[in-house]
């Protein structure tokens, strides 16, 4: 099991940006090297269910979801055990906690958007808040 812990989140207009963090730490990574984890976002909007932000494997591929396709960038620091999420021209719809989730999965496998939702080491969240 690894440890996730994001920070970044905040209070922004609309048009603005935002970097979210996640690092990782833990048993987990005795076992596996954190380049070796599927690692992603997703988020929990108000009222509605959560929803997959984007996903990155272990070789670096990466996937979005339509609604931020264009717009957020995931990355991997894979020397710092850090995970990354860029989020540019932020809309008042993008206003969710948004949580990092790992996972060891087949090398190489695709990861969808959505894959994150069922990954089973999640963090506590970080709040983001877009106002128009």
């Known amino acids: 099991q690894v440890t996730l812990v994001e920070s970044g989140g905040g209070s922004v207009q609309a048009g603005g940006s935002l970097t979210l963090s996640c690092a990782a730490s833990?048993?987990?990574?005795?076992?596996?090297?954190?380049?070796?984890?599927?690692m992603g976002w997703f988020r929990q909007l108000p009222g509605k269910q959560r929803e997959g932000v984007a996903c990155?494997?272990?070789?670096?591929?990466?996937s979005y979801a339509d609604s931020v396709k264009g717009r957020f960038t995931i990355s991997k620091d894979n020397a710092k055990n850090t995970l990354y999420l860029q989020m540019n021209s932020l809309k008042p719809e993008d206003t969710a906690m948004y949580y990092c989730a790992a996972s060891v999965v087949s090398s190489g496998w695709f990861c969808t958007p959505s894959a994150p939702l069922g990954f089973g080491d999640r963090g506590q969240g970080t709040q983001v808040t877009v106002s128009s």
């Open positions: 990155i494997n272990d070789g670096g591929r990466t």
């Open positions: 833990g048993q987990g990574l005795s076992g596996h090297s954190f380049s070796r984890y599927f």
